[in-house]
């Protein structure tokens, strides 16, 4: 079953602007992963945060994860068309050796 | 990253008919791999955990003699869609993790199956 939500479901905005989409989840997790997939593709992933961090950073992504609220954030910074993709999180719940995976984002970055 | 390579990329069969997947790791070894189901425009369902050398665990609902998955050595998983229908016709995608320890990290993907079920 999923455990995840994804707000918004999809997001489309100009070339430049900043994306940020939303998680939440319902149980106890050892981590957070957020993933990216092309249409048609497998899934890249993006960025881990485990449950005892609160701001991680890669290039142009800036993740949060806040346990007491079971939420989680993924920003993109000026973003660009190539960034268009479906987005997922991913949550590595305690005491399961696998992934749920959120409902996704559909990001489209207008040029 | 490491390497997860999925084959075939797309295949149409008969209905009746079985057809078999591959997922390999190609520069790591994998104890576990991971087989998911995707509709389109949907998330990733996982459908069972694959187990070297052991039985595949099925996630709720998945039948097990529908799908049937073989995890032979450490490099190669295979699930197989036993008399296929129509209505198995979708979007299937494996996954890898390193032997890491008991915390669950980064996971890597194959590319991803289309199957078409005419």
């Known amino acids: 079953s999923q455990q995840g939500e994804e707000d918004p479901q999809a997001l489309s905005i100009q070339e430049g602007e900043n994306a940020t989409m939303n998680c939440s989840y319902k149980t106890s997790i050892n981590n957070l992963q957020w993933y990216r997939q092309n249409s048609g593709r497998g899934l890249v992933h993006l960025i881990l945060i485990r449950s005892n961090e609160r701001e991680k950073h890669s290039g142009r992504l800036r993740v949060t994860l806040d346990t007491s609220k079971k939420s989680s954030s993924l920003l993109i910074t000026a973003s660009r068309a190539a960034d268009t993709a479906s987005y997922f999180c991913a949550t590595a719940i305690q005491g399961a050796q696998k992934l749920v995976f959120g409902q996704g984002t559909r990001l489209t970055i207008n040029p | 990253g490491a390497v997860v390579s999925q084959h075939p990329s797309w295949v149409i069969c008969k209905s009746g008919t079985s057809v078999k997947i591959e997922c390999r790791s190609l520069?790591?070894?994998?104890?576990?791999m991971f087989w998911y189901r995707q509709f389109p425009k949907q998330s990733l369902m996982l459908m069972a955990t694959s187990n070297e050398g052991s039985k595949a665990t099925y996630e709720q609902g998945v039948e097990k003699d529908k799908f049937l998955i073989n995890h032979a050595s450490l490099t190669l998983s295979t699930l197989t869609v036993t008399s296929a229908h129509p209505e198995d016709s979708s979007f299937y995608i494996c996954?890898?993790?390193?032997?890491?320890?008991?915390?669950?990290?980064?996971?890597?993907f194959g590319q991803g199956t289309r199957l078409t079920v005419v």
């Open positions: 520069d790591f070894q994998a104890t576990t």
């Open positions: 996954s890898a993790r390193e032997n890491q320890g008991q915390v669950l990290g980064e996971a890597f």
